[in-house]
T-cell receptor
Framework: DTAVSQTPKYLVTQMGNDKSIKCEQN?????MYWYKQDSKKFLKIMFS???????INETVPNRFSPKSPDKAHLNLHINSLELGDSAVYFC??????????????FGPGTRLTVT | EDKVVQSPLSLVVHEGDTVTLNCSYE??????LLWYKQEKKAPTFLFML????IEKKSGRLSSILDKKELFSILNITATQTGDSAVYLC?????????FGTGTRLTIIP
């Protein structure tokens, strides 16, 4: 069974479109994250949710909106896509945030290409 | 702002060699330091370090943390081609993990 899954794996779309990426974890973790990894492999956190509540919101354009319908799911919706949004987006989950940083389990990634 | 710097940026060695990867950090309210290995897809967890001077070991890989000097090293002995990957260091503080840019390790058969 896949621990953290994301759909779709690949997404090619045109500038100006709106798209969503879905993430699900079956590990029973309380905390989920979205990361963006650019072409130089730099991994940067975007959002973190703990028990459906937003706890980290980094400096990300408000075109990006995360939604957590329950603690096993964290979706990312992107409005008005721009060329600079092209990257690999990783979802991750962990046991707990705040006190210690436990192992984060990463999904397979969604490669977004904006043309 | 929290900062994690890894060196070298890339490293090419022959199979059987031993390598040392470095990670230095400046983080407010340090909680833990984690090492990940990233091949073609998602990063996979290697170690979590919270205390200075205690070596973590898994097979040919080992890591140690120095909280006074604010760095960690990851050692890989008797390298194999399967060790070729990007190795990421991440430091937890202020409720988030900050990742370094990674070290790209290439093992030549």
């Amino acid at each position: 069974d896949t621990a953290v899954s994301q759909t779709p794996k690949y997404l090619v779309t045109q500038m100006g479109n709106d798209k969503s990426i879905k993430c699900e974890q079956n590990l029973g973790h309380d905390t989920m994250y979205w990361y963006k990894q650019d072409s130089k492999k730099f991994l940067k956190i975007m959002f973190s949710y703990n028990n459906k509540e937003l706890i980290i919101n980094e400096t990300v354009p408000n075109r990006f909106s995360p939604k957590s319908p329950d603690k096993a799911h964290l979706n990312l919706h992107i409005n008005s896509l721009e060329l600079g949004d092209s990257a690999v987006y990783f979802c991750a989950s962990s046991q707990e945030a705040g006190q210690l940083y436990y192992e984060q389990y990463f999904g397979p990634g969604t490669r977004l290409t904006v043309t | 702002e929290d900062k994690v710097v890894q060196s070298p940026l890339s490293l090419v060695v022959h199979e059987g060699d031993t390598v040392t990867l470095n990670c230095s950090y400046e983080v407010t309210n340090f909680r833990s330091l984690l090492w990940y290995k990233q091949e073609k897809k998602a990063p996979t967890f290697l170690f979590m370090l919270t205390s200075s001077g205690i070596e973590k070991k898994s097979g040919r890989l080992s890591s140690i943390l120095d909280k006074k000097e604010l760095f960690s090293i990851l050692n890989i002995t008797a390298t194999q081609t399967g060790d070729s990957a990007v190795y990421l260091c991440a430091v937890g503080g202020n409720e988030k993990l900050t990742f370094g840019t990674g070290t790209r390790l290439t093992i030549i058969p």
